[in-house]
C-alpha cells in the first residue's frame, strides 16, 4: 500500500509564511507528478501547485509568485513554501501523487493525502 503523509498546516496571519511537506511511503518505483490541492469550505478542490518528476512546474494564478512546490525524487516528498498568504488561502491541503508505479503492479495510480488544515487569519 502507498500512503501520503502531510505536515506543517497550521495558523498563520495574513503576510506571513508556511511550509508544507508530504511524503510518499510504500513499495513505490516512481512518481511521475506530485501536487497540492485545496479545499475551502463550500468550495470544490483545486490544483495549488504542481510538479513532475523532471522538475516542470505549474501553479493556480491565484498563488503565483507567493508559492513554491518542489521535491525530492530520491525520498518521493513534495514540499510547498508558502508565503504573502492571504486569509482567501485558508482551506484544507491536500497533497497527491498521480501516477504512481508501483513494483509487480501492472499501471500506474492515484493516491491522496488526508489533509492539513491551513488557516490564515489575523
Known amino acids: 500500500q502507498v500512503q501520503l503523509v502531510e505536515s506543517g498546516g497550521g495558523l498563520v496571519q495574513p503576510g506571513g509564511s508556511l511550509n508544507l511537506s508530504c511524503a510518499a511511503s510504500?513499495?513505490?518505483?516512481?512518481?511521475?507528478?506530485m501536487g497540492w490541492y485545496r479545499q475551502a469550505p463550500g468550495k470544490q478542490r483545486e490544483l495549488v501547485a504542481r510538479?513532475?518528476?523532471?522538475?516542470?512546474?505549474n501553479y493556480a494564478d491565484s498563488v503565483k509568485g507567493r508559492f513554491t512546490i518542489s521535491r525530492d525524487n530520491a525520498k518521493n516528498t513534495v514540499y510547498l513554501q508558502m508565503s504573502s498568504l492571504k486569509p482567501e488561502d485558508t482551506a484544507v491541503y491536500y497533497c497527491?501523487?498521480?501516477?504512481?508505479?508501483?513494483?509487480?503492479?501492472?499501471?500506474?495510480?492515484?493516491?491522496w493525502g488526508q489533509g492539513t488544515q491551513v488557516t490564515v487569519s489575523s
Open positions: 497527491n501523487a498521480d501516477g504512481v508505479q508501483r513494483p509487480w503492479f501492472p499501471g500506474r495510480y492515484g493516491y
Open positions: 510504500g513499495n513505490i518505483v516512481s512518481i511521475d507528478r
Open positions: 510538479i513532475s518528476s523532471g522538475g516542470s512546474t
